[in-house]
């Protein structure tokens, strides 16, 4: 089942036949740069799968499968999960796509993709997204997805920055991404 779907890409939850090629992406190092839990052999790749199958379960959201749409291709995956930061249980947005994918404005498409479930399908209140200062590719990422407020802080030990969107900020970019296209 989808769960959302862009022009290029679509969100699904993930299924015993991703495992392997989600392994390949997730134990690729340059792909885990920035990742808090590391780069993840099949045992974690195992946990992380088995993790998003029960914040589907018990939340109705989670990190999904990401599909490329021609292909079929696993991409990586995307999504959001509740988080502890700074003390307070956040919704974090997440995505790690396979270095084929990158800088293909896949990652992008995929954010606006979860973000329009997160607000326009869950209504959500508020997403945030943790991301490093040094990780450039990211902070453009959600910077074109429309993230703009953020604070410094402390996530695992790292310094990060805390970004933050809401529905009413999601709304107004909404908007006037439809005024722009008429």
Excluded at 49 to 55: A, V, Y
Aim: glycine letters at 6%; one cysteine or more.
């Amino acid at each position: 089942m989808k769960i959302f779907e862009t022009n290029r890409l679509y969100g699904r939850e993930f299924c015993e036949s991703d495992f392997v090629h989600l392994t390949e992406i997730l134990s690729d190092p340059e792909v885990m740069r920035f990742s808090v839990r590391g780069v993840c052999d099949e045992d974690a790749t195992r946990k992380f799968i088995n993790s998003s199958l029960e914040c589907y379960s018990s939340q109705e959201i989670g990190m999904w499968a990401l599909v490329e749409k021609s292909s079929g291709e696993l991409v990586g995956f995307c999504g959001f999960a509740p988080e502890m930061i700074d003390e307070v249980e956040q919704i974090n947005l997440g995505y790690r796509l396979a270095k084929k994918f990158w800088n293909l404005g896949l990652a992008t498409e995929a954010v606006n993709g979860v973000l329009d479930y997160a607000f326009g399908q869950k209504s959500l209140a508020t997403v945030v997204a943790v991301i490093e200062p040094e990780n450039m590719a990211s902070l453009r990422v959600v910077e074109k997805a429309g993230f703009s407020d953020f604070t410094n802080s402390v996530f695992h030990d790292r310094s990060v920055r805390l970004y933050t969107m809401t529905i009413q900020g999601w709304q107004v970019l909404r908007q006037n991404t439809l005024q722009v296209s008429l």
